[in-house]
């Protein structure tokens, strides 16, 4: 199930894929995070026979996830050898450690798109750095995929100012703010050219500080775009 992002993707994010049904009305993709999974998420893909295409995560713990290091490559490797599996997440810095190409290079030839993310809790860098992180990330993957931490307005605007400028050059970004300060740029990216957002099927569920929950930002982004 190809997934191009061209346009806004609306991604239900959620460890247990039998969550499915609840979010076709809302979402356009799931994104699975393995990393949160209870058992063998592989399996779990391996049973899927859901309608939406899937965004497959297995997030480090030293980038906000819970997948230990050892084998964690190598289950997105097995992960996109799936049907439904129309996009990956793969982490900049994963890539800058010279791990995860050989997953670059798989995912493209079966055409699965490639989200080369990268994840701030603890603040949102000077433009300069948000410009460079989004030029490295799309340099390598399909989307370039940054999420900050706001702590006021002045981050939000340096955000937004960035996904504007990169998306009007013609890349293909995905851009939010995570905490209070910053949650409505989960709304709002999407009008600057963010082309993914992130929202969890069960709100009690987020995988994000700062998520609305998936018929919220469905009906906001679709007011705003």
């Keep these: ?10 991604a ?37 026979d859901g309608e939406l295409p ?24 097995s992960a996109i050898e799936h049907d439904a599996v129309g996009a990956v997440d793969v982490e900049l810095a994963t890539l800058a450690e010279g791990d995860g190409h050989d997953l670059v290079e798989t995912a493209t030839r079966r055409g699965v798109s ?17 410009d460079r992180l989004l030029t490295r990330a799309g340099e390598v993957g399909d989307v370039a995929k940054l999420a900050v931490t706001a702590e006021d307005r002045e981050d939000t605007l340096a955000l937004l100012a960035a996904t504007h400028a990169h998306a009007s050059d013609g890349a293909k970004v ?37 998520q609305f929950d998936l018929a919220t930002l469905r009906r906001l982004v679709d007011r705003l775009v």
């Design 174 to 210: 995905a851009t939010m703010a995570m905490g209070e300060a910053g949650s409505h740029t989960r709304a709002v990216a999407p009008v600057y050219g963010s082309k993914i957002g992130y929202a969890p099927v069960v709100p009690e569920r987020a995988t994000a500080p700062g």
């Design 54 to 77: 899937l965004l497959v995560t297995n997030r480090p713990e030293w980038e906000g996830g819970e997948a230990a290091d050892e084998g964690r490559i190598e289950a997105l490797e």
């Design 1 to 10: 199930m190809p997934l191009d992002f061209e346009e806004f993707t609306l």
């Design 114 to 130: 490639v989200v080369v993310s990268t994840h701030d809790f603890e603040g949102t860098p000077p433009r300069a750095e948000l």
């Design 12 to 48: 239900a994010a959620t460890a247990d894929l039998g969550e499915e049904p609840a979010a076709r009305e809302h979402a356009d993709c799931v994104e699975f995070r393995m990393d949160l999974a209870d058992g063998d998420p592989l399996e779990q893909l391996a049973d899927y």
